[in-house]
């Protein structure tokens, strides 16, 4: 896949409304057939990004080629892409149908033809039976699957979904990530999905570009981003993650009252001695009740989630570490933790993310918070 040309090309793209550059000088390639997620905080330019590659607007400065043309100036209609948008807009007079079909009929495809085309693609999302059905009768789930089988009809070389899910509730929201990324491997079209919510983009995405202020700041895999984060913000953006003050010693980082925290992975190169902002996943050690004075640090709070266990730790001069390990017969008696308790963390090898130096003004740090 590495080999194949990309699917959609942005070079030096820019796009300024008036004084503010809401995409800055993005370069990104996007793989035919994959899966691409545009994760990043509010205002960081996903949709202009998106909206640029549909066409509903135009770069201020730099190309984009769809399938190797260069698309800027061409509009919308006349890109091989399709959009999907959390206001799914379905005309409200129509049947499904007709709502799905109604694409085709604009390009002039026969009445049989684009009836049959368009059950087809109701059939792709569960909603053979409802043909004949209006968009009032339907679900907010069911009515953002008729969006989809609308768009996927025109079968476009890309489909783009702004937050398509953002209207839906938790539950039915986990249930069609799955779906969506079933229904993609199925018909093969390159996504790319733009998403707030990096639990959304980890469980859906082949890749992920992960945005800050109208660039990109890294583009991997999830496993990569997670596990090797370029920049501070990404390692605080992708995943729970705490952060502790500590003096880099070595290959540790020594925490106030002598905790020694093994370092793994350096986002930065720093002297012995530095005082640093160090990174904890709440999956960087084991713990269990203190005994015989080998607490390490004091429960803040603790909490059984069923299969697991998840505590708040103190640590240091009172940094709070948000640690989760699974449930099992052998380590229960972490499960009548109290607040107050003392406790025993035995941190993993390298268990550290050395972010950055303290006192350098580093906006990432505010992306890092105990989320439970
Ligand atoms: N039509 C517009 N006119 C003026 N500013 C805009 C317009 N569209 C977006 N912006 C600004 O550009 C920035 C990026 O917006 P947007 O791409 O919608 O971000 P995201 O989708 O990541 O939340 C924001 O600061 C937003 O206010
Ligand atoms: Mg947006």
């Not at 783009?160 to 779906?179: F, H, N, S, V, Y």
């Not at 925290?261 to 190169?269: A, K, Q, S």
């Amino acid at each position: 896949m590495e080999h194949t040309q990309p699917v959609v090309s942005l070079r030096g793209v820019t796009k300024r409304f008036d004084d503010v550059a809401a995409v800055d000088r993005l370069d990104l390639d996007i793989r035919d057939g994959e899966f691409l997620a545009l994760l990043g905080p509010s205002g960081c330019g996903k949709t202009t990004t998106l909206r640029m590659i549909a066409g509903f607007e135009q770069p201020t400065e730099g190309e984009i080629f769809i399938g190797n043309e260069p698309v800027v100036g061409i509009p919308p209609h006349k890109r091989e892409v399709n959009t999907v948008f959390q206001q799914y807009a379905l005309f409200p007079h129509l049947d499904i149908i007709d709502n799905v079909a109604y694409g085709l009929k604009q390009r002039g495809v026969k009445k049989g033809e684009r009836r049959k085309q368009a059950a087809e693609a109701l059939a792709m999302v569960h909603l053979t039976g409802r043909e004949n059905a209006k968009p009032s009768q339907l679900s907010g789930g069911q009515q953002q699957r008729v969006a989809l089988a609308r768009a996927l009809v025109m079968r476009p070389k890309v489909l783009l979904l702004d937050e398509p899910l953002g209207a839906l509730d938790q539950k039915l929201r986990k249930a069609m990530q799955i779906e969506l990324k079933r229904l993609q491997a199925e018909v093969g079209i390159t996504f790319v999905f733009v998403t707030h919510d990096q639990e959304e983009a980890l469980a859906m995405a082949d890749r992920i570009a992960v945005m800050d202020k109208g660039r990109i700041e890294q583009l991997a895999p999830p496993r990569e981003l997670y596990d090797e984060p370029a920049t501070t913000f990404v390692a605080g953006f992708i995943g729970d993650m705490s952060t502790v003050n500590g003096t880099v010693a070595g290959d540790v980082a020594e925490l106030p009252g002598g905790l020694k925290v093994p370092l793994g992975r350096r986002l930065t190169d720093v002297a012995n001695g530095t005082a640093v902002h160090v990174g904890l996943r709440p999956e960087c050690g084991t713990f269990k009740p203190a005994t015989n004075g080998d607490a390490n640090a004091t429960v803040a709070t603790a909490m059984v989630l069923g299969d697991r266990l998840q505590v708040i730790a103190k640590v240091g001069d009172g940094d709070e570490v948000l640690l989760r390990q699974a449930r099992t017969p052998e380590n229960d008696a972490a499960a009548a933790l109290r607040p107050g308790d003392g406790l025993a963390i035995d941190f993993h090898a390298g268990a550290g993310l050395l972010l950055a130096p303290q006192g350098s003004e580093d906006r990432a740090l505010s992306a890092t918070a105990v989320v439970a």
